[in-house]
């Protein structure tokens, strides 16, 4: 049933926002404060940046799926019957379907909107149906470049990927 087979690639994301930002510190020559400070004051404290970026994505799509399907021996996708609302209401640890508590083993048990569809016969289910969990993070820098002379320079970087250290699924 080709009919199955169609739906949201497993790429596709709804939205995606992203935010990036670079800020140089008003210390040192030529800027805002301490623009007159001797020159080993301006090597200490001008010319630091900050840099940070932020990305939200809304969840992929996932399709969805039951355990030990080629002991059917049937020939179609191995998708259960979707016979209720996969959606939450009150979301649990997994904080973005339902799931199943008992793995759908026997043809057509039932355990919450999934059912697991009888021998020989495709589930309903189509093609990535529900979505996983968004996804969260800020990464931010700061460095400051070191004029050696005119030809050569060195950096010293600082980096932090997910600075705040948000889990994501």
């Known amino acids: 049933d080709a009919r199955l087979a169609r739906g949201p690639s497993d790429i596709a994301r709804d939205h995606v926002y992203f935010l990036s930002s670079m800020y140089s510190l008003p210390f040192g020559k030529g800027k805002k404060s301490m623009s007159n400070a001797p020159k080993i004051a301006d090597m200490f404290f001008g010319g630091w940046q900050m840099?940070?970026?932020?990305?939200?994505m809304s969840g992929q799509p996932i399709t969805p799926g039951y355990?030990?399907?080629n002991a059917d021996r049937d020939t179609g996708w191995c998708r259960p019957n979707l016979v209720g609302d996969p959606g939450l209401s009150n979301?649990?640890?997994f904080g973005w379907f339902k799931t199943t508590?008992?793995?759908l083993t026997t043809n057509l048990q039932t355990d919450?909107?999934?059912q697991r569809p009888a021998r020989g016969t495709f589930g309903t289910a189509g093609r990535n149906i529900i979505h996983?969990?968004?996804?969260q993070q800020m990464d931010l820098s700061v460095f400051k470049t070191f004029a050696i002379n005119e030809?050569?320079?060195l950096q010293f970087?600082?980096?932090s990927f997910n600075f705040t250290n948000h889990t994501n699924l």
């Open 101 to 103: 508590s008992v793995p």
């Open 112 to 114: 919450g909107p999934w």
């Open 132 to 135: 996983g969990p968004s996804f």
């Open 151 to 153: 030809q050569h320079s």
């Open 51 to 56: 840099n940070g970026t932020y990305s939200w």
């Open 91 to 93: 979301p649990d640890q």
């Open 157 to 159: 970087r600082a980096e």
């Open 67 to 69: 355990r030990d399907c």
